[in-house]
């Protein structure tokens, strides 16, 4: 019976890095293995509990929208199968429990060391770049918008790739210091393109897509789409039945997580710093249940626990 919950794994395989939510091993020279676990942070700390189900939700929505994307559009999946992972990585066999659910087969890929952010609404970072100076990324937005309002057409907002703490938005001029116009100008579009197709499915289903982030790498010639898709992870997902501009929006993902931490920090129990104060047990069900709520609707079907080999948690 495979767990539950997932903090860590350890795999014989070369460890090539191990982030705040991912396990990342090398196959062989051209394979990677990514296992999405079941960690969570919030306010850049991760936290010590692991949230039943996360990675399961993380990898097969991953897998889901890899699996309709319009044309075009190449990505870095071989397989997110469990048995054909096994039968493809056979020294991985013993560790079918850990694996099961929450692993990609991918093609290795190299990074392109940009973060594609596109901003269907005013929220996060951008409102508050916004309310500051009227900028986003330093560029000018029209005056008088309001928190979380439609932003048409959507805005690409490129950002750096950090490995702890916060990405720092910067300019499309940036990007194209970094990484060469030719390729800039790629990003930017196969960015919108996947943006507005997930918008174009998440809405009639309940969902508003805020806004998401994706990566790219190269291969062969081609920038593969790589890493999650349209996740409660890398987007925002606001409840369409709720929507209301002029204020915040709930998210589909680790509210109920922030929502307690906020309460703790203010009552002088918790100082914002690692280590965070031990979850409650409501508090991991209800995170574990909203991640959940998002494959759902998405979808159209739940989380399905018995073909992906997990156990129901008790």
């Not at 903090?7 to 051209?30: E, H, S």
């Not at 930017?188 to 508003?208: D, Q």
């Not at 994706?214 to 997902?237: H, M, Q």
């Not at 965070?276 to 998002?294: G, H, I, K, Q, W």
């Amino acid at each position: 019976m495979s767990a539950v919950a997932l903090l860590q794994t350890d795999l014989p395989l070369p460890l090539v890095r191990r982030g705040k939510v991912r396990d990342v091993y090398a196959v062989d020279v051209d394979r990677l293995l990514l296992v999405t676990t079941d960690r969570i942070s919030a306010f850049d700390v991760v936290m010590s509990e692991a949230i039943p189900y996360k990675g399961a939700v993380l990898t097969q929505l991953t897998a889901w929208w890899l699996g309709q994307l319009p044309s075009g559009i190449a990505h870095h999946l071989i397989t997110a199968d469990t048995d054909a992972i096994l039968a493809a990585v056979p020294a991985l066999a013993p560790y079918r429990d850990a694996l099961a659910g929450r692993a990609m087969l991918t093609w290795k890929a190299e990074v392109v060391p940009i973060e594609c952010v596109v901003r269907g609404y005013l929220t996060g970072s951008a409102w508050k770049e916004y309310q500051a100076l009227g900028t986003l990324a330093g560029e000018a937005l029209p005056t008088g918008l309001r928190e979380s309002d439609r932003l048409d057409p959507p805005i690409f907002s490129p950002a750096t790739k950090a490995e702890t703490g916060h990405d720092e938005n910067i300019t499309i001029g940036t990007v194209v210091d970094r990484v060469g116009g030719e390729t800039a100008a790629t990003l930017e579009r196969l960015a919108r393109t996947i943006y507005e197709f997930g918008r174009a499915v998440a809405e009639p289903r309940g969902i508003i897509v805020a806004d998401t982030k994706f990566e790219f790498g190269w291969r062969d010639g081609t920038l593969l789409l790589i890493d999650e898709v349209l996740t409660p992870d890398s987007s925002r997902f606001w409840p369409a039945d709720s929507y209301a501009p002029g204020r915040g929006q709930p998210s589909f993902d680790k509210q109920p997580l922030r929502d307690w931490l906020e309460v703790e920090r203010k009552a002088g129990r918790w100082d914002g710093e690692a280590p965070a104060p031990v979850l409650p047990p409501e508090v991991v069900e209800a995170t574990s249940l909203r991640y959940r709520d998002a494959f759902q609707r998405l979808t159209g079907s739940p989380l399905d626990l018995a073909r992906l080999g997990l156990p129901v948690a008790r």
